[in-house]
Structure formats: structure tokens, C-alpha cells
């Protein structure tokens, strides 16, 4: 056999195991989250196809259907992010792409003001900052009582009325 003959067969064979190599039809889509986040928080998730040989099968992210009771959800490029607005556990993330679907869920832990303010730490400094405004006014006044002159003062309670009979 010649090496032209060799080279002819090799890419027959070639041609040949390609639909054994190629992927199947899509059997489920898998969305990878992390379970848990903060609300107000932006989460980033992927979505991705799987055939029955447990093979990823590319998906252009602009076909899927993305839904969530957590959130808006947003696509760029080929991923997903999810603006945790609502607070609660076992939110769904639901997908569907052509006629297949997925389903995942994630548990958003509630912030006071929906995280817009910050988490726990950044609360309790806004908490300090507003008690110590609001006992500017009073801390002067009570400096102010205290520049009264002792013989003013004691004159108040020097009336007659006051002294005991």
C-alpha cells in the first residue's frame, strides 16, 4: 500500500468515528450557584446542557430562558447574574433551553433595608454616627446649665413657699 492509499483510509476512518464522537442530543440542563447568598447582593451562575453521556453540549446563553422568584436575572456574554432582591429559602432558578430544562434553588438571607445600606457592620456605625448628632443638643444644654451662676440658681429655690413650716 502506498502512503497516499494509508492517508486515504485514516481520514475515512476519521469521517467515520465523528458521529461517535460528536455529542447526543441535549438530555437536562445543570445550573451551577452557590446556594446561599445576601440580599441585594449580585450572584453569577452558569447554565449548562448535558446529553445522555454525561458530555456539556455548548449553549449560546441569549436562547436560554432564565426565570426566578429570588430576582431580575441578566445575561452577559455567556453567563447569568441574578440580583437577590428577595429575601427567603428554596427560591427557584428555573432554565429552559429548546426542550430541555433545569431547575436549582438558592436560600437569600435578608438584610435590614434589603442590603441597600450595607451588611451588619456598616448599620451599626450608621446607628453610632446618628446617636452622637442626636446628643449634640443635649450634651449643650446641659453645658449651658451648668454656666448658670451657683447664686442664680439658689435663688429659685429660696422662696418662702418651699420652706418647710
Excluded: C, Y
Excluded at 68 to 82: D, M, R, T, V, Y
Excluded at 94 to 103: F, L, T
Aim: no cysteine; hydrophobic share 45%.
Amino acid at each position: 500500500m502506498s502512503k497516499r492509499t494509508t492517508l486515504m483510509w485514516v481520514g475515512v476512518l476519521l469521517l467515520l468515528s465523528l458521529p461517535l464522537v460528536a455529542s447526543s442530543s441535549p438530555e437536562r440542563l445543570v445550573i451551577t450557584i452557590d446556594g446561599v447568598a445576601k440580599q441585594g447582593e449580585e450572584i453569577e451562575f452558569t447554565i449548562h446542557a448535558i446529553d445522555e453521556d454525561g458530555r456539556i453540549i455548548p449553549i449560546n446563553a441569549k436562547e436560554v430562558t432564565v426565570t426566578s422568584s429570588a430576582g431580575e436575572i441578566e445575561i452577559s456574554g455567556n453567563s447569568f447574574s441574578l440580583s437577590a432582591d428577595n429575601s427567603g429559602q428554596m427560591h427557584e432558578i428555573n432554565a429552559r433551553w429548546r426542550d430541555v430544562s433545569g431547575q436549582a434553588h438558592i436560600d437569600i438571607e435578608a438584610m435590614p433595608f434589603a442590603g441597600r445600606l450595607g451588611g451588619i457592620p456598616q448599620l451599626v456605625l450608621v446607628t453610632i454616627f446618628i446617636i452622637a448628632i442626636m446628643s449634640v443638643p443635649m450634651i449643650s444644654s446641659v453645658l449651658k446649665m451648668r454656666k448658670i451662676p451657683v447664686q442664680k440658681r439658689d435663688s429659685i429655690f429660696d422662696d418662702e413657699e418651699f420652706v418647710d413650716a
